[in-house]
């Protein structure tokens, strides 16, 4: 079967970096895509790597690891408006997004 | 550049009710998606359409569930009857092809059913 596997919830402090990781299992694989969901909002965009390697993007980081079926969001210089979900979602050989539960993540001052 | 636009954004309605939301994409996406998203949890696809034609229905309860999208532009999801089962936050989202492309979401309709 195909299946997402991120943590349900995670606490980092304001200024702090964190690392959010995702394992996917896929019928195929096309590329891994990460999103930000706030409380009651839609999701929007953030990352998609489709090759191995760490793609940066100012304060957010995304690695994958075809090999091993792994990825990691990586946070800096956490800020409060951060506290969100984070939202995991690889594609399989159909094109279609398999996507993960999410991750909360909480900031604390 | 206008986003994907739905509405209603809130709907309440008594069980056995039909209800329906309508999403607009953004100009020039030829696909759109329509989710189901449950608190906690991530979005689940339920139709994707390729211009005017559903290309992935299989998460589709089509006994009750249904959609359109006339002209390959604006969509209709519709729920007849709706179901207590039913209540979660709809989602649209479009993208410009059907291979892997970024996919924007609208706002969302949350579901309310009694």
């Known amino acids: 079967g195909q299946n997402i596997d991120q943590p349900t919830e995670m606490t980092a402090t304001e200024g702090a970096i964190v690392q959010i990781n995702c394992t996917y299992q896929?019928?195929?694989?096309?590329?891994l895509f990460w999103y930000q969901q706030h409380a009651g909002e839609a999701p929007t965009f953030l990352s998609y790597?489709?090759l191995d390697g760490l793609e940066e993007k100012g304060r957010f980081s995304s690695f994958l690891s075809r090999s091993k079926g792994y990825s990691y969001l990586l946070l800096k210089e956490l800020q409060m408006k951060d506290s969100a979900s984070y939202l995991c979602?690889?594609?399989?050989?159909?094109?279609?997004?398999?996507w993960g539960a999410g991750t909360k993540l909480i900031i604390k001052p | 550049e206008a986003g994907v636009v739905q509405s209603p954004r809130y709907k309440i309605i008594e069980k056995k009710q039909p209800v329906a939301f309508w999403c607009n994409p953004i100009?020039?996406?030829?696909?759109l998606y329509w989710y189901r998203q449950n608190l906690g949890q991530g979005p689940e696809l339920l139709i994707r359409?390729?211009?005017?034609?559903?290309?992935?229905d299989s998460q589709l309860p089509k006994d009750r569930f249904s959609a359109e999208r006339l002209k390959g532009v604006d969509s209709t999801l519709k729920i007849q009857p709706a179901e207590l089962g039913d209540s979660a936050v709809y989602l649209c989202?479009?993208?410009?092809?059907?291979?892997?492309?970024?996919?924007?979401f609208g706002p969302g309709t949350r579901l309310l059913v009694l």
């Open positions: 989202a479009s993208s410009l092809g059907r291979d892997v492309e970024t996919q924007y």
């Open positions: 100009s020039g996406h030829n696909t």
């Open positions: 359409y390729e211009n005017e034609e559903a290309v992935d």
């Open positions: 896929t019928s195929g694989f096309n590329g």
């Open positions: 790597n489709v």
């Open positions: 979602a690889a594609t399989d050989s159909n094109y279609q997004l398999i």
